[in-house]
């Protein structure tokens, strides 16, 4: 016999949610998590569960961004993150947070990698061998340990070229038994790579998209998934609302070329264009970003 499903009317469960919120004590500006960038978050209200996308041309720094909001969230949070790569591997994104972390460039660090042989700034080294590291990597090893309490939440994981979404849905699972919460933060570099690799990126971005979303909502977290814009005409940032409709939040990358001028090279300046927001604002967030320290910083 089926069992009969209880239905509860809006009035019947109001003193209940009223009660939820009372237990709220705590006032915020913003009612998702905090991403460390205070312009994004008062812009998208705060990371909460749903699909966000980020697009953007090669080369202006996504992945970059992506494990730089990643890392920020669980930070700030105290919740745990995963971070899905279908390119770069697990060496390279730890070089990336590493220099971000130390304000060492990638190119100093990657020097002295023989001595990172383990995971971040635990050196593996000969007692003979220790009196030629230069004064930087005792500076290196303090941002990485100072940084252990909230890297402890961090997991990473390689995706090979027949990895699909249940699979990824899988580890996530594995990640919220492993930690007792259903709180958590996925990024998933490249998500095109999920899509039927017959079809074209502008026609797969569509189909990839509503299964993220879905699988968003059913795991009632958030997802960061970034897609390459590879298309000859990026002047209008716009059009991906019509293109990924199911997504909850859209930014689009572009290179602001004028500010860029300003920098030194290789360094950029970027405009995030927020062109889809279910929770806030749309409009323009201004960035600039240092390739050398795989770092992200609001203009």
């Known amino acids: 016999m089926t069992e009969k499903i209880s239905l509860q009317s809006e009035g019947e469960q109001l003193d209940s949610f009223l009660d939820d919120l009372q237990r709220e004590q705590q006032i915020r500006e913003i009612a998702g998590w905090e991403t460390g960038f205070p312009n994004l978050s008062r812009a998208l209200d705060g990371i909460r569960p749903g699909l966000h996308l980020l697009v953007g041309p090669p080369g202006c720094g996504k992945t970059s961004f992506a494990k730089q909001l990643l890392d920020q969230v669980v930070m700030h949070n105290s919740i745990p993150g995963i971070f ?72 990473m994981v390689e995706c090979g070229h027949d990895t699909g979404l249940q699979q990824l849905e899988n580890r996530v699972r594995d990640l919220q038994t492993l930690r007792s919460t259903d709180h958590c933060m996925i990024v998933i570099d490249d998500c095109q790579r999920l899509g039927n690799s017959e079809l074209k990126l502008t026609d797969r971005v ?12 059913s795991l009632e977290v958030p997802i960061v998934a970034v897609y390459p814009d590879l298309g000859e005409d990026r002047s209008l940032p716009q059009i991906w609302s019509d293109k990924a409709p199911s997504a909850d939040v859209i930014l689009v990358v572009e290179m602001d070329l004028e500010r860029t001028k ?30 050398a320290f795989a770092r992200f910083a609001e203009a």
Do not use: C, M
């Open 84 to 155: 899905f790569s279908f390119s770069e591997k697990k060496k390279e994104l730890r070089l990336k947070t590493l220099a971000r972390l130390s304000g060492l460039e990638n190119r100093e660090i990657r020097r002295g990698s023989a001595y990172l042989l383990h995971w971040y700034g635990v050196p593996k080294v000969h007692q003979s061998d220790a009196e030629h590291l230069p004064p930087s990597w005792e500076k290196l090893k303090q941002s990485a340990e100072k940084a252990r309490v909230w890297l402890d939440l961090i997991y």
């Open 262 to 291: 300003k920098l030194t090279d290789p360094n950029q300046s970027l405009t995030f264009h927020v062109v889809k927001n279910r929770g806030g604002e749309k409009g323009k967030l201004a960035f600039d970003f240092f390739p």
């Open 206 to 217: 569509a189909i990839v998209v509503d299964e993220l979303q879905r699988t968003a909502v």
